[in-house]
């Protein structure tokens, strides 16, 4: 092979590798802008998941909240009643026990 034809084959050989450089920069810089991509994708359903998760916790605990105010709120309605039950059964007793006191105290007046 003489000077000018190997001059040749180094050129050419330069050249391909040059463009073979220049693809795998390229093909490495679409990966990079994929993968970003596919990151920025893959953290944004991660925030929602969260996000949907954390909502979700949130309704339970007022749920949970709200049921309890209630079981509260409707003991709190039983004891008034049984109090208010209890204190007007107790008129009677405390109508009869005062007037039977006031006719004592007439009668120990009256003697």
């Known amino acids: 092979m003489d000077k000018a034809a190997l001059l040749q084959a180094i050129k050419e050989a330069e050249s391909k590798a040059a463009k073979e450089l220049e693809d795998a920069k ?12 596919d990151s920025e994708r893959i953290k944004s359903e991660g925030y929602a998941a969260v996000d949907r998760q954390v909502a979700e916790q949130l309704a339970e605990a007022r749920r949970r909240i709200e049921a309890d105010k209630q079981t ?13 039950e209890t204190g007007e059964a107790r008129v009677a007793e ?16 009256l003697r």
């Open 72 to 84: 509260k709120v409707q003991a709190g309605r039983v004891k008034i009643r049984k109090k208010r």
């Open 26 to 37: 390229a093909k490495k810089q679409q990966a990079l802008v994929a993968a970003q991509v």
């Open 94 to 109: 405390v109508a009869e026990f005062l007037v039977q006191e006031f006719e004592r105290s007439v009668q120990s007046g």
